[in-house]
């Protein structure tokens, strides 16, 4: 079975940076894309980047120059690095995988992790 294991939220100030990490455990023979989204309250989960196995990006206009995700693929981890914080970012953040274990596909969220930019 495979798990995310979600950190690095919190509470960080208008131009601040925080990194998320999302950690894949348990046995998953392939993982291609890996993703973060982010649901804030009233609206609807929307992806806010994703990496492919050959580290192709993709990041929604909003924190595109601000956001960088990236992989380590010995480790089974993604980041999302976030600079440049802004009170609209504040959301709650899931990571999520998408690869092959035991022949079947995986697909699996993280638990979510709260980011708070206030002043």
């Known amino acids: 079975q495979v798990q995310l294991v979600e950190s690095g939220g919190g509470l960080v100030q208008p131009g601040g940076s925080l990194r998320l990490s999302c950690a894949a455990t348990g046995t998953i023979s392939i993982i291609n894309t890996m993703g973060w989204y982010r649901q804030a309250p009233g609206k609807q989960r929307e992806l806010v980047a994703h990496?492919?196995?050959?580290?192709?990006?993709t990041y929604v206009d909003s924190v595109k120059g601000r956001f960088t995700i990236s992989r380590d693929n010995a480790k089974n981890t993604v980041y999302l690095q976030m600079n440049s914080l802004k009170p609209e970012d504040t959301a709650v953040y899931y990571c999520?995988?998408?690869?092959?274990?035991?022949?079947?596909?995986?697909?699996?969220w993280g638990q979510g992790t709260q980011v708070t930019v206030s002043s």
């Open positions: 990496i492919t196995s050959d580290g192709t990006t």
């Open positions: 999520n995988v998408e690869g092959v274990a035991y022949h079947l596909p995986v697909d699996e």
